[in-house]
């Protein structure tokens, strides 16, 4: 059984930096796909960025391409997303998912896997 376990988030500064982990059990990510999703309260979960394992291929929405890079720790099976700049619009509960496969989607049906969330505040 496949287990994502997100850590890593809290209360920041705008300008800082953050790096949230997933941890995964049950699955190897070489040939999966990891996106990362995030929800503000009150608002639909959104797309934040994906990365294949297979091909390298990396895909961020335009709201932090430039200030997020994804990337995995072979040796313990954990993704991280860091997060650079931050700003307020930036607060919401993060999320990481697994694909199984190569694609890379922003689209939460094409993610098989979901974790619990880790909640990131950013203030003003």
């Known amino acids: 059984q496949v287990q994502l376990v997100e850590s890593g988030g809290g209360l920041v500064q705008a300008g800082e930096s953050l790096r949230l982990s997933c941890a995964a059990s049950g699955r190897t990510l070489q040939t999966t796909t990891t996106g990362w999703f995030r929800q503000a309260r009150g608002k639909e979960r959104e797309f934040v960025g994906a990365?294949?394992?297979?091909?390298?291929?990396?895909y961020y929405a335009h709201s932090v391409e430039g200030r997020a890079t994804i990337s995995r720790d072979n040796a313990n099976n954990t993704v991280y997303l860091q997060m650079n700049s931050l700003k307020p619009e930036d607060t919401a509960v993060y999320y990481c998912?697994?694909?199984?496969?190569?694609?890379?989607?922003?689209?939460?049906?094409?993610?098989?896997?979901w974790g619990q969330g880790t909640q990131v505040t950013v203030s003003s």
């Open positions: 998912a697994l694909a199984d496969g190569g694609v890379i989607s922003g689209h939460e049906r094409h993610y098989d896997h």
């Open positions: 990365r294949s394992w297979s091909s390298g291929g990396t």
